[in-house]
C-alpha cells in the first residue's frame, strides 16, 4: 500500500485560483469545523483554558478515516486554543506542510520562515516569541484526538493536531511532524489561508466574528 502525505492531498485539491476559492457543502468537513466545534476561541476565559472534552462525533464522522474504520464516538480532548496565537501557529503549520510536505510528513524549514508563515514580524523574533511559539506547539501537541468503535470500544485511535513540534533557533531549525490520517483536517483548513491576510488588520473579536460561518 502506497503511502501518502499531507500534502499531495493539499495540492491534489488546489489545481486553480477559482477552486482554492469554492467552499460548498459537497466538502466532506467545512473548513472551519475546528472553530466552529469550539477548539479555537478568541480569547479562553480561565475555565475554558483548561483541559476539556469536545463531542466532534458529528463532523468528524466523515473524515475518511472514520468512514473506513466506522468510528463513530470521536472526542476531541485538550486545552482550548485562542486566535490571538494558536491559530497564528496552526496556520503556520498547514502552510509549513503545504510547501514542504512532499514526500515526508515529518518536515524542516527555518526559524524565520516558520514564524513569517504564522503572521508575526520579523522584528519579533526575540526571546519572548520564542517562548509564545513554543508553548502554542504544546497546545497544538496536547490537543488530542480520539476515535472509538462502539460503546465497548470495539475499535481504537488516539492522535493529535500535530505529532511533534521542535525547533532550534541557534541553528534556525523547525521540524514537525503531522499525522497523514488527517489530512481532510489540513485540507479543509489551509483554504483559511486565504483570509489571513485580510484577518490580521482586524481585532481578535471581529477576526473571530469574520471567519467563523453566520
Request: glycine content about 6%; charged content about 25%.
Amino acid at each position: 500500500m502506497d503511502k501518502s502525505f499531507i500534502s499531495d492531498i493539499l495540492y491534489a485539491d488546489i489545481e486553480s485560483k477559482a477552486k482554492e476559492l469554492t467552499v460548498n457543502s459537497n466538502n466532506t468537513v467545512q473548513p472551519v469545523a475546528l472553530m466552529r466545534l469550539g477548539v479555537f476561541v478568541p480569547k479562553p476565559t480561565k475555565k475554558q483554558g483548561e483541559n476539556n472534552e469536545i463531542d466532534a462525533s458529528s463532523v468528524f464522522s466523515k473524515l475518511e478515516i472514520a468512514q473506513a474504520e466506522g468510528y463513530d464516538n470521536i472526542k476531541i480532548t485538550g486545552p482550548r486554543l485562542d486566535m490571538d496565537t494558536d491559530f497564528k501557529v496552526w496556520i503556520g503549520v498547514i502552510y509549513s506542510f503545504s510547501k514542504y510536505g512532499l514526500s515526508s510528513n515529518t518536515i524542516r524549514l527555518s526559524f524565520q520562515e516558520f514564524a513569517k508563515a504564522c503572521g508575526f514580524p520579523s522584528k519579533r523574533l526575540d526571546g519572548k516569541l520564542r517562548n509564545t511559539i513554543h508553548d502554542s506547539l504544546g497546545r497544538l501537541r496536547n490537543k488530542g484526538i480520539s476515535f472509538k468503535r462502539g460503546k465497548s470500544a470495539r475499535g481504537s485511535y488516539n492522535t493529535g493536531l500535530l505529532k511533534t513540534g521542535y525547533f532550534d533557533f541557534e541553528t534556525d531549525v523547525v521540524e514537525l511532524e503531522a499525522d497523514s490520517k488527517l489530512w481532510e483536517i489540513f485540507q479543509l483548513d489551509y483554504r483559511v489561508l486565504l483570509q489571513q491576510h485580510a484577518l490580521r488588520a482586524l481585532p481578535k473579536k471581529e477576526a473571530a466574528q469574520a471567519i467563523l460561518p453566520l
